[in-house]
């Protein structure tokens, strides 16, 4: 259970200068071995004694995970880029303008200057029963205690539960699928790159891990094609709290029209399910309509079709429909629908 | 390595989760070894069987005896296709996931177990009403052959065993295994379902206190590592060659005349008619 020190217990740091020092390091360790980004998760699961790592690979020493560079097709994120230096780059603002409206989403200035790209994508579930360190089933336990009769669940899931409702809390991660972004991940075998989409995991196929990064991988870099570059972006998050705070719902979209009437589109969520969901179905419904109110609407609708709101967070569905109807729309801010 | 996972619940008491996952590797590495062993001895160590003379046929009653001797009705080899593919199924969408290959089995496998508890339940009454419902526990005569046949393995002097009745001492053991593992895990899946969506029940995760919903899934995770071990050692048997007869007997219901007077005593287990034989009446017992 969560019990708050101040003082972390003690383990052994590493801090390597290369990514192949890093798995090497990795693999020795094996999983004794913590992957440590910006911190901004990792050391709230160290102080409340949840996680005791024995050895702490720290990759802030890697520089080749910093920064962006441009490539023939778009541009290439080190993972261990801070969400400001995102926010902030000139190439990014200029052609992919959703990824800045969503890091610079994600937290106060404090925690965007610390907290990283690869980090943000890659952190765990916020569900404070799994955070408070009780057997749930995502701490391998048998038990989803935020889904019970007395659960306080308003903040989790009403999409795709599998026995675990805790929901993906990064804001990053549907901007990232909306720009068709590959990431790239270094495992013992070599590099593989997947589609952000599938980057994320189920609880239905792995109820104890929110991404695909097994021990011994690592997110080095996030690359985004030029695919999706100009076209007209939307992000919004809704949040308790609008000084930081994590969303309750998000959506992100980018999309291509001509006049007024939509070529194509990429649309995701978050904040609803254990992972970012890309809502392909609205996607294909709304190619060739008008970006207008009827649109919208009908793309709203189809959007929460399946939803399967829990005691406490019914209104998650009216949320989610009204911010894709928004994003179809392209209303940035103003009131909800 | 712990046998079972605890952990602490937000009452405070120590609970039971599961067992150790480590225990499915004792199951199977225990399995293949204990394969291994029994095909060694079988092929270097083991003696000719021999039956007493005690239950020798006579030759007119021998004559009566039909060419295919009936073994498994229809209904017992269906319930046996069904329940096996059902297993399998179980034991695939438990396992494979703890050993690597991730997928959502959830579903797969309480499905897989309605149809196993369905099909468990369809043999129950078939066995007792339809069925004669003892020839598969063992039996005095079982027992006593049993001592025999261990006391000539190791040099003793002996008498020489019985032939079988229906089902040798084997079978029965097995199956006496196979039920009370199946029974543990059906009754203990039944009530997990309460805990995962499906059409038959409402969720309810706190039907039980922490410390029985424990306990409950150690039952079942015990039961399905015996399971890999048992469906193990019966595949082996299932397709080794002295045991063939039995295991085609399970596909097409018979069994040959040479082979039933070879293997079984007539007094144990009259013989009746396999229902393919439509020249004959069908299930025609024939005095022993």
Redesign the interface.
């Known amino acids: 259970m969560a019990v708050i020190h101040d003082i972390i217990p003690a383990f052994e740091l590493f801090q390597p200068s290369s990514i192949e020092n890093a798995q090497a390091l990795l693999a020795r360790y094996g999983k004794d071995a913590w992957v440590l980004a910006g911190g901004l998760d990792s050391f709230d699961w160290f102080k409340d004694r949840i996680k005791r790592p024995g050895v702490v690979v720290d990759l802030s020493q890697i520089k080749e995970l910093r920064g962006v560079r441009t490539t023939s097709d778009g541009l290439e994120i080190g993972a261990m880029t801070t969400l400001t230096e995102v926010v902030r780059h000139p190439a990014v603002r200029e052609k992919y303008g959703l990824l800045p409206d969503a890091a610079e989403a994600a937290a106060s200035p404090q925690i965007r200057n610390q907290g990283t790209i690869g980090g943000n994508v890659s952190q765990d579930a916020r569900c404070w029963y799994y955070r408070g360190g009780w057997p749930c089933y995502r701490a391998g336990g048998n038990i989803c205690y935020a889904d019970t009769p007395t659960g306080l669940n308003r903040e989790h899931a009403i999409l795709d539960a599998d026995r675990c409702v805790a929901v993906n809390p990064s804001d990053s991660a549907p901007a990232l699928i909306a720009l068709d972004a590959k990431m790239v991940i270094q495992t013992a075998r070599g590099e593989k790159v997947v589609d952000a989409e599938n980057y994320f995991i189920n609880p239905g196929i792995d109820i104890t891990r929110m991404t695909i990064l097994q021990p011994g991988d690592l997110l080095t870099a996030i690359r985004i094609p030029s695919t999706w570059a100009g076209a007209k972006f939307y992000f919004e998050k809704v949040r308790d709290r609008n000084v930081w705070d994590f969303a309750l719902v998000n959506v992100a979209s980018a999309m291509v029209t001509s006049g007024n009437t939509i070529q194509k589109i990429r649309l995701a969520v978050n904040g609803v399910a254990a992972h970012p969901v890309r809502l392909t179905a609205v996607e294909t419904a709304v190619v060739g309509k008008p970006a207008n109110e009827q649109t919208a609407k009908m793309a709203g609708d189809l959007a929460v079709r399946g939803a399967k709101p829990l005691q406490h967070n019914g209104y998650k569905v009216p949320l989610m429909r009204n911010l894709v109807m928004r994003a179809i729309r392209g209303v940035p801010g103003g009131e909800a629908a | 390595m712990n046998l079972i ?1 605890w ?4 009452w405070g008491q120590q ?1 039971p ?2 067992i150790s996952w480590g225990l499915l590797w004792v199951s199977a590495i225990g399995a293949l070894l204990f394969l291994i062993g029994h095909a060694i001895y079988v092929k270097f160590l083991a003696k000719p069987l021999a039956h007493s003379d005690g239950t020798a046929v006579a030759s007119g009653i021998a004559a009566q005896i039909p060419e295919r001797v009936a073994r498994h009705s229809m209904g017992a080899r269906l319930f046996h296709l069904i329940m096996a593919i059902a297993m399998l199924a179980l034991l695939f969408t438990a396992f494979l ?1 703890k050993v690597g290959v ?6 797969y496998h309480w499905i897989a177990g309605v149809v196993l508890t369905v099909s468990i339940i369809y043999h129950i009454f078939h066995a007792t009403f339809w069925l004669d419902f003892w020839s598969i526990w063992p039996d005095k005569v079982d027992i006593e052959d049993a001592s025999r046949r261990i006391d000539r393995a190791l040099g003793k002097s002996a008498p020489a065993p019985r032939k079988f009745a229906k089902y040798p001492l084997e079978n029965k053991l097995y199956h006496l295994a196979v039920m009370l593992g199946g029974l543990t895990a059906v009754l203990t899946g039944v009530f997990m379902m309460k ?2 969506e499906t059409p038959f029940f409402t ?4 039907l039980f206190g ?1 410390m029985t ?2 306990w409950m ?1 150690v039952l079942h995770g015990l039961s399905g590592i015996a399971f890999v071990g048992l469906v193990t050692v019966h595949i082996y048997f299932a397709i080794r060659p002295e045991k063939l007869f039995i295991t085609k007997s399970m596909i097409f219901g018979w069994i040959t005349r040479q082979q039933y007077l070879e293997h079984h005593d007539p007094n144990r287990w009259p013989a009746e008619e396999a229902a393919s034989e439509s020249a004959h009446p069908k299930a025609t017992k024939v005095p022993a």
């Open positions: 996972q952990a602490q619940n937000p609970v989760l599961h996931p991730k997928f959502a089995w959830v579903e805990r995962v969720r309810n995760p706190y922490d919903w424990g899934y």
